[in-house]
C-alpha cells in the first residue's frame, strides 16, 4: 500500500487547512486510515482515525476542531482542520493499517505516506 499525503502549507492561527491522503495498493479498499503528526522536538503523536466501517477516533486536542472523513470509492481520506493554533504546527503522517479497527497507536499502522508540513502562525 503507498499512501500520498497533500495540502498542508502556512497558515494565520484562527484559519483552516484540509488535508488529503490517497492510498493505492490495495484492491478491496478496507482498512483503517488516519493522520499523525510530529511537532519540532517532539514525539509523534496521534491526530485522527477512521476505519472501514466508520469508526472514528480523535486526540483530545484536537475534538472539536478537526473533522477526518473518507472517500472509499476513492480510497482517500481527508482531515479538515479548522480554528488552528500555533501548537498545530507540525509535519503531519498519513497512516494505514489493513484491520478495519480503528487505532490510535502507531505501532498498529503498517504503511506510512510521506509527512506534509502545517505552519500556523500567530
Known amino acids: 500500500v503507498q499512501l500520498q499525503a497533500s495540502g498542508g502549507g502556512p497558515v494565520q492561527a484562527g484559519g483552516s487547512l484540509r488535508l488529503s491522503c490517497k492510498a493505492s495498493?490495495?484492491?478491496?479498499?478496507?482498512?483503517?486510515l488516519g493522520w499523525f503528526r510530529q511537532a519540532p522536538g517532539k514525539e509523534r503523536e496521534f491526530v485522527a482515525a477512521?476505519?472501514?466501517?466508520?469508526?472514528?477516533l480523535y486526540a483530545d486536542s484536537v475534538k472539536g476542531r478537526f473533522t477526518i472523513a473518507r472517500d472509499s470509492d476513492k480510497n482517500m481520506v481527508n482531515l479538515t482542520m479548522n480554528n488552528l493554533k500555533p501548537e498545530d504546527t507540525a509535519v503531519y503522517y498519513c497512516?494505514?493499517?489493513?484491520?478495519?479497527?480503528?487505532?490510535?497507536?502507531?505501532?498498529?499502522?503498517?504503511?506510512w505516506g510521506q509527512g506534509t508540513l502545517v505552519t500556523v502562525s500567530s
Open positions: 495498493g490495495r484492491a478491496d479498499g478496507r482498512g483503517t
Open positions: 497512516a494505514g493499517r489493513t484491520t478495519i479497527r480503528a487505532s490510535q497507536y502507531q505501532a498498529h499502522y503498517q504503511f
Open positions: 477512521k476505519s472501514w466501517s466508520g469508526t472514528t
